[in-house]
Nanobody
Framework: QVQLVESGGGLVHPGGSLTLACAAS????????MGWYRQAPRKQRELVAA?????????KYADSVKDRFTISRDHARNTVYLQMNSLKPEDTAVYYC?????????????WGQGTQVTVSS
């Protein structure tokens, strides 16, 4: 089991910045990848950014956030961050942390509780 706790959401003006944090606990060693998803009202949940391989640090970003958002990981704190710059109103959504664990042939998907990000003037 892996537990994920997000923090850092809030209200920000367009062009502003926010940093989200996701602290992982539990079976940390089984985590294969971690990422951030978001879900806006009346829209499907979508991938924002991910560390697709925890071992080598490979990353992946949605086209809409490339060059504005940066995902990173603090190994010592078992925490993944999402640095969001040049925020736009369309970035408004609930942001969810995700972790995928792999043990043998079994994989599991874990989600945090979500944190609201609102970009508005």
């Amino acid at each position: 089991q892996v537990q994920l706790v997000e923090s850092g959401g809030g209200l920000v003006h367009p062009g502003g910045s926010l940093t989200l944090a996701c602290a992982a606990s539990g079976s940390i060693s089984s985590i294969w990848n971690m990422g951030w998803y978001r879900q806006a009202p009346r829209k499907q949940r979508e991938l924002v950014a991910a560390i697709t391989n925890i071992s080598d640090g490979s990353t992946k970003y949605a086209d809409s956030v490339k060059d504005r958002f940066t995902i990173s990981r603090d190994h010592a704190r078992n925490t993944v961050y999402l640095q969001m710059n040049s925020l736009k109103p369309e970035d408004t959504a609930v942001y969810y942390c995700n972790a995928v664990t792999v043990r043998g042939i079994t994989s599991n998907n874990y989600w945090g509780q979500g944190t609201q990000v609102t970009v508005s003037s």
